[in-house]
């Protein structure tokens, strides 16, 4: 079964910090990878994803993410974050050809202004 | 265009009670998706409709809850006797074909006291 890792629960930045979530998952096929945004009060959206072709996805908003196919992972960074991006974020998988996704259990970021 | 619209939003309800929830997709959408999302938890899947029929119901967790789908584009998520453990927001999404992206509505707060 596929799961997913988000390795830091609450992250708190000052602005123009530089940013980077990390995100493991396990599953040894072949898999799509996602990142989640959810800002306060508002749905949840879609920051990246990824299919296949170049593991380095940029994302809106000035976020971009790489896929390491031998570390699992799918880290999420922003050179240099601003107060709007406090956010909740979640990374999440599902197995190539299936419909359902798997989330992590998300990161809550802070940025103080 | 107008997005994925859940009603209510919230709902309170006593242990034992029934209820249903509505999910309206984004028009033309084929596939929609149920997940619930528990306090600290990423969300998590329940039951995806291609068309009328039930895709895959393997995420629903005992026979208490049962989604329907009758005319391709409304669902409605219902759950019989709440327990309080069934506490939570229940999100929908739908995309425009299987295997594309998912959008999300803002989701229904259950609240079972």
């Known amino acids: 079964a596929q799961s997913v890792s988000q390795h830091n629960h609450h992250v708190i930045l000052s602005e123009a910090a530089s940013l980077e979530l990390g995100c493991n998952y396990s599953?040894?096929?072949?898999?799509?990878l996602f990142w989640y945004v959810q800002y306060p009060g508002q749905h949840l959206q879609l920051l990246l994803k990824y299919f296949s072709g170049d593991p380095l996805v940029k994302g809106i908003k000035g976020f971009e993410a790489e896929f390491i196919k031998s570390k699992f992972s799918f880290n999420l960074r922003k050179p240099s974050v601003q107060w709007s991006d406090t956010a909740e974020y979640f990374c999440?998988?599902?197995?190539?050809?299936?419909?359902?996704?798997?989330f992590g259990k998300g990161t809550r970021l802070h940025i103080l202004p | 265009g107008a997005g994925v619209s859940q009603t209510p939003s919230n709902k309170v309800t006593e242990k034992g009670k029934y209820v249903e929830l509505r999910c309206d997709p984004i028009s033309g959408h084929t596939a929609l998706y149920w997940y619930r999302q528990s306090l600290g938890q990423g969300p998590e899947f329940l039951i995806y409709?291609?068309?009328?029929?039930?895709?895959?119901d393997s995420g629903l967790p005992n026979d208490r809850f049962f989604a329907v789908r009758p005319e391709g584009s409304v669902s409605t998520l219902k759950i019989q006797r709440t327990e309080r453990g069934d506490s939570a927001v229940y999100l929908c999404?739908?995309?425009?074909?299987?295997?594309?992206?998912?959008?999300f509505g803002p989701g229904t707060r259950l609240t079972v006291t």
């Open positions: 409709f291609q068309g009328t029929g039930a895709a895959d």
């Open positions: 999404a739908s995309s425009l074909t299987s295997f594309s992206e998912q959008y």
């Open positions: 599953y040894g096929g072949t898999v799509n």
């Open positions: 999440a998988v599902n197995a190539e050809r299936d419909d359902k996704i798997i």
